[in-house]
């Protein structure tokens, strides 16, 4: 049983850097596929970034450039760095992890899937103000 506590949340201004926190508890990293999504109220959530068992990132389309994706193995925690941020990124931030992808699912894209991964963090609250 994999467990995820995220961290980092809060209020900030328009322009502003926020990181993401994400300890993962149960497996290692370098044995489970991470990725970050988020939802705003009344919307459907939407795929941010992953990074792979290899270490290998990937991107959803809304922040492509402005967010980044890492992982520090030691501590078994991944980040997510939130740069330049507007008011179209508050939303709740999830972490989610999963068993690694097969090659042919990777490829087909499955890493931006909800479906792909079987755990989940609490969420994080990230509002930012104009």
């Known amino acids: 049983q994999v467990q995820l506590v995220e961290s980092g949340g809060g209020v900030v201004q328009a322009g502003d850097s926020l990181r993401l926190s994400c300890v993962a508890s149960?497996?290692?990293?370098?044995?489970?596929?991470m990725g970050w999504f988020r939802q705003a109220p009344e919307k459907e959530r939407e795929f941010v970034a992953a990074?792979?068992?290899?270490?290998?990132?990937i991107f959803g389309e809304s922040p492509k450039l402005r967010f980044t994706v890492s992982r520090d193995i030691a501590k078994n925690t991944g980040y997510l760095q939130m740069n330049s941020l507007i008011p179209g990124d508050t939303a709740v931030y999830y972490c989610?992890?999963?068993?690694?992808?097969?090659?042919?699912?990777?490829?087909?894209?499955?890493?931006?899937?909800?479906?792909?991964?079987?755990?989940w963090g609490q969420g994080s609250q990230v509002t930012v103000s104009s």
């Open positions: 990074i792979t068992w290899k270490g290998n990132t």
């Open positions: 989610a992890a999963g068993i690694p992808l097969p090659p042919s699912a990777a490829m087909s894209g499955w890493h931006s899937k909800v479906q792909a991964y079987e755990y």
């Open positions: 149960g497996r290692p990293l370098d044995n489970l596929d």
